[in-house]
């Protein structure tokens, strides 16, 4: 399975200043010289070729480019590339294993129909992953779930499935 393998970078067309970032993607180590004013979410999708984190209201407010920085989801279209030099970052490329097999909340969404478009889907998938991967217990009650889910729209699926999901990969992961 293709994990998103990066690619060279493209030809700069900017006049910005530059700046050099060095920043772990997925596992690997990056480092390129970019537009101080270059979105993450763009560095990621049309300098490595990592196309799964979406953009969508580029403000913020869908959910749609979250990745995981340093452990904590965080919207992409928010963060300049050059704020995250030095950071590990991982997009829904790095989710399932090297063989190609299902993280428990791939499988989740897939199991309970918890995705319909897809689009939102990789960012509800980091999101719920950093909070399922946090130290901090996770309140699994509807209210909850729905409350984490918060900041991530879905105009497709109503939600319920996605909230069923959660609570089968949180059971799951729970009984490795």
Do not use: F, W
């Given at each position: 399975?293709n994990?998103?393998?990066i690619r060279?970078?493209l030809?700069?067309?900017?006049?910005?200043?530059?700046?050099?970032?060095?920043?772990?993607v997925?596992?690997?180590?990056?480092?390129?010289e970019?537009?101080?004013?270059?979105?993450l979410s763009?560095f990621l999708?049309?300098?490595?070729?990592?196309?799964?984190t979406?953009?969508?209201?580029?403000?913020?407010v869908c959910?749609a480019?979250?990745?995981?920085?340093?452990?904590?989801?965080?919207?992409s279209c928010?963060?300049f590339?050059?704020?995250?030099s030095g950071?590990?970052?991982?997009?829904?490329e790095?989710?399932?294993?090297?063989?190609g097999?299902?993280?428990?909340?791939?499988e989740?969404f897939?199991?309970?129909?918890?995705?319909?478009?897809g689009?939102?889907?990789?960012?509800?998938?980091?999101?719920i992953?950093?909070?399922?991967?946090?130290?901090?217990?996770?309140?699994?009650?509807?209210?909850g779930?729905r409350?984490?889910?918060?900041?991530?729209?879905?105009?497709?699926?109503?939600?319920?499935?996605?909230v069923?999901?959660?609570?089968?990969?949180?059971?799951?992961?729970?009984?490795?």
């Open positions: 399975m994990r998103g393998t060279p970078r030809a700069a067309t900017s006049i910005d200043p530059k700046a050099a970032v060095a920043l772990t997925n596992g690997e180590a990056v480092s390129a970019v537009s101080v004013r270059m979105l763009d999708r049309h300098e490595l070729g990592l196309t799964g979406h953009v969508g209201c580029e403000h913020g959910g480019c979250t990745v995981i920085i340093d452990g904590v989801a965080a919207r928010l963060t590339a050059v704020q995250a950071a590990e970052v991982r997009t829904i790095s989710v399932a294993a090297e063989d097999s299902l993280h428990p909340l791939q989740a897939r199991d309970c129909h918890a995705l319909q478009c689009y939102c889907t990789p960012g509800m998938i980091m999101n992953l950093s909070n399922l991967e946090s130290d901090t217990p996770m309140d699994l009650s509807e209210e779930i409350d984490m889910l918060s900041g991530n729209l879905c105009r497709c699926t109503g939600y319920q499935n996605i069923a999901a959660v609570r089968q990969a949180a059971d799951a992961l729970a009984s490795r």
